[in-house]
């Protein structure tokens, strides 16, 4: 991969820093990474680091704790990707370079700065005047939120703080305005898309499901839904490299492969070696989006009414979360076992392993677990929400949904994360920032749109019950339909990318876009 070295403008108080590129051309893909002391592994000193702490993570010191300097990194980010365009002479083909006339690719807050850039720094000298901006949300929960006086940190004239200030007087975690940079890429970019239809109503439903963004989004027309795709290549169990030659299966041969993979997975982890037992399996993150905590809540019930099931979860995050899965090997022998840890190899062998897989999420813009879980042959168990609903219909798994008990019966609670409950963070979001911009008749119709769609009513009484219900179900005729569908159709990149380039002709020949 070469090197180059280049001066481009970044930081505070407009003075040049000087970033490095590294290029490579691979598979039709130029592949260009920026290097600057701030991206380092081992940091030098600075103001906001005085200690010159190593930076192993990507974002913060732990998960709790982010960098000071993140808003001069990801800005400084933002300009070098700008400049790269004019400096790096790139092209197709031997065609001519791409110049100043591209369409920009931005993804969530952290590159919420090149448009600003764009549209502040660049357009008042003429230049990039033809350039365009898609802009990609993830996560709506993560908006780049920073104090006011950091403003001057990022090199833009004042006329760019009106897209950026956003009032957050009544939010948990913060005291009154802010800087939103995600606010800012909604506002200042050309078209918005998101990673499922279903997670694009989800957002302008509400000001909690917004996180306090859903007006800014219905002003600007909504975020159109593009479902992800997966590694097919990766993510093949006929041909996956984690598996052993004798557990490798396609559809012909899953009945066979599953068992094999599941006794080898059983011996392995501590489990009663019964391949007959149905194995349900949690891969992900450990947070309360993730509705991890219910989930834990609810598995001693699960575990009592179905005496033959058991349990595998993987995953690593909220320390708390962690040791409570440390704790499920010795509090259920045989039975489950919790791997608080990140691990690729055994994701691939556990859903190879799984005869369901569940993703109790309190939202899911997309979600891969799903995905990757139906690729196997594994049966997913999901919660009514975002890309889950978009993914997972009634003939390829299970729905969580409540059995029609009394509203508000509790039976089983959640387990504690040693935080704030997400939901009651929402519930004040809600009530702060109720939205003005538009009519209340067109947030009465955007509500009953997707009431339907809402996870609200998921806990652990409702886990209880459709899990009860799934594995009722084990390898009867439906469950085998489930299956067998899943591994047929086509979880690949190919019509998302499909979409995906629809979207950036539309916006390059200054049409509006319109899912097809």
């Not at 704790?327 to 259920?332: E, H, P």
């Not at 935080?419 to 979001?429: A, C, K, T, V």
Request: charged share 20%; glycine share 8%.
């Amino acid at each position: 991969m070469d090197g180059s070295e280049y001066i481009v403008e970044g930081g505070e108080s407009s003075r040049q820093v000087e970033v490095r590129y590294f290029y490579a051309w691979e598979q039709g893909v130029h592949r260009v990474f920026v290097d600057n002391p701030c991206f380092s592994l081992k940091a030098l000193p600075t103001v906001d680091n005085p200690k010159g702490l190593t930076r192993e993570k990507i974002y913060g010191y732990s998960p709790s704790t982010e960098y000071p300097d993140n808003d001069l990194r990801m800005s400084l980010l933002c300009q070098a990707a700008i400049d790269a365009t004019r400096k790096l002479q790139l092209n197709i083909n031997g065609e001519s370079p791409f110049g100043e006339k591209v369409i920009f690719v931005c993804n969530d807050w952290h590159t919420a700065p090149l448009p600003l850039q764009l549209k502040y720094l660049h357009h008042p000298r003429k230049e990039f005047m033809d350039a365009r901006v898609a802009f990609c949300l993830h996560n709506a929960a993560y908006q780049g939120r920073f104090p006011v006086d950091r403003f001057r940190r990022l090199n833009l004239p004042d006329t760019a703080l009106s897209s950026l200030v956003w009032n957050s007087s009544s939010s948990i975690g913060s005291n009154g305005t802010q800087l939103n940079w995600l606010q800012a890429a909604i506002l200042d970019s050309d078209l918005l898309l998101t990673v499922s239809n279903g997670y694009a109503q989800e957002v302008v439903s509400s000001p909690r499901k917004g996180f306090g963004l859903d007006h800014v989004i219905r002003l600007r027309g909504g975020f159109h839904g593009i479902v992800n795709g997966i590694d097919v290549v990766e993510w093949n169990p006929s041909d996956d490299k984690y598996l052993d030659e004798e557990g490798r299966y396609s559809l012909s041969s899953v009945t066979g492969g599953k068992l094999y993979n599941k006794r080898q997975l059983q011996k392995e982890l501590g489990l009663e070696v019964n391949p007959s037992a149905p194995l349900m399996a949690f891969i992900g993150r450990l947070d309360q989006q993730k509705g991890v905590d219910m989930l834990l809540g609810a598995l001693p019930e699960i575990l009592s009414r179905q005496v033959m099931t058991q349990f595998v979860a993987l995953g690593s995050g909220n320390y708390y979360l962690e040791d409570q899965l440390k704790q499920l090997s010795s509090r259920y022998p045989g039975r489950a076992i919790g791997l608080a840890r990140f691990s690729t190899s055994q994701a691939h062998q556990i859903n190879a392993a799984a005869d369901y897989m569940i993703v109790p999420s309190r939202f899911e813009p997309c979600g891969l677990v799903q995905l990757h879980a139906m690729a196997y042959g594994t049966v997913p168990i999901v919660a009514p929400t975002g890309g889950l609903l978009d993914t997972v219909t009634s003939t390829l798994g299970f729905q969580i949904r409540k059995d029609g008990s009394p509203c508000g019966r509790k039976l089983y609670h959640t387990v504690s994360c040693g935080q704030s409950n997400i939901h009651e963070g929402m519930e004040l979001l809600a009530k702060s920032c109720t939205s003005k911009l538009v009519d209340d008749r067109d947030v009465d119709t955007l509500n009953t749109e997707s009431r339907n769609r809402s996870s609200e009513d998921i806990d652990p009484d409702a886990i209880v019950d459709t899990v009860s219900r799934a594995i009722s179900q084990y390898n009867t005729e439906l469950f085998l339909q489930m299956r067998k569908k899943g591994m047929e159709a086509d979880w690949s990149w190919r019509e998302p990318a499909r979409q995906w380039e629809e979207a950036l002709q539309t916006l390059w020949k200054g049409q509006q876009y319109i899912n097809s």
